[in-house]
Nanobody, 123 residues
Framework: VQLQASGGGLVQAGGSLRLSCAVSGRTFSNYVVGWFRQAPGKEREFVAGIMWRGGSTYYADSVKGRFTISRDYAKNTEYLQMNGLKPEDTAVYYC?????????????????WGQGTQVTVSS
């Protein structure tokens, strides 16, 4: 399974970005796709997750109401729409996939990871 993350960039506070995570290769009938982020000197933290079948979503408290996770079956791609960005959202963002049941907020629960994409929010 390969994951390709894209869509990062530089944006001013209050702006928006949409990250994409394209999933390819051998896939399972159902899996969880999650977004994590890691800022310099900090641990990798959970941002959002989605169950591929059924579409159940999960969010970190810090992004609820600002970020929206979704998926496109036809494109086998998952998206993270980020609105109202804040400087504290600055980090490298990673997408990951794992087979349920997993603890969606735990990085170690995921089997596959994409490369990171940098998100920088200026104040």
């Amino acid at each position: 399974v390969q994951l390709q993350a894209s869509g990062g960039g530089l944006v001013q506070a209050g702006g928006s970005l949409r990250l994409s995570c394209a999933v390819s290769g051998r896939t399972f009938s159902n899996y969880v796709v999650g977004w994590f982020r890691q800022a310099p000197g900090k641990e990798r933290e959970f941002v959002a997750g989605i169950m591929w079948r059924g579409g159940s979503t999960y969010y970190a408290d810090s992004v609820k109401g600002r970020f929206t996770i979704s998926r496109d079956y036809a494109k086998n791609t998952e998206y993270l729409q980020m609105n109202g960005l804040k400087p504290e959202d600055t980090a490298v963002y990673y997408c990951a996939a794992g087979s349920p049941p997993i603890r969606v907020v735990v990085p170690g629960a995921y089997d596959y990871w994409g490369q990171g994409t940098q998100v920088t929010v200026s104040s």
